[in-house]
Nanobody, 129 residues
Framework: QVQLVQSGGGLVQAGGSLRLSCAAS????????MGWFRQAPGKEREFVVA????????YYGECVKGRFTISRENSKNTTYLQMNNLEPDDTSVYYC??????????????????????WGQGTQVTVSS
């Protein structure tokens, strides 16, 4: 198993930036593909971005492309979500998620919630206009 603990988030004005962190513990972090999802009140959880276990491949949702950047530091067992030029529509609870991968799957990215095995506690991001 892996445990995910999120940090970062908060309140920011439109056009501002925030960085979310997701620290993993329990098993070898480099075996896990990571993803970020978000959920606004009354809406379904939405895919934001994913990164492969190897870190060599990323995949972005259309709503954040060009504004958000995912990265990972396997030496620190942590993945990051840098969010720039934030908009009020980005207001949501953000969740990091992890999927165990094996061997040749280390280069894959996953953009559906059903693909993931573990998730963090969620972090509120509020963007004011």
């Amino acid at each position: 198993q892996v445990q995910l603990v999120q940090s970062g988030g908060g309140l920011v004005q439109a056009g501002g930036s925030l960085r979310l962190s997701c620290a993993a513990s329990g098993r070898t972090f480099s075996f896990y593909a990571m993803g970020w999802f978000r959920q606004a009140p009354g809406k379904e959880r939405e895919f934001v971005v994913a990164i492969s276990a190897s870190g060599g491949r990323t995949y972005y949702g259309e709503c954040v492309k060009g504004r958000f950047t995912i990265s990972r530091e396997n030496s620190k067992n942590t993945t990051y979500l840098q969010m720039n030029n934030l908009e009020p529509d980005d207001t949501s609870v953000y969740y990091c998620e992890a999927k165990y991968t094996r061997g040749t799957d280390s280069g894959n990215v996953y953009y559906t919630r059903a693909s993931y095995d573990y998730w963090g506690q969620g972090t509120q991001v509020t963007v004011s206009s």
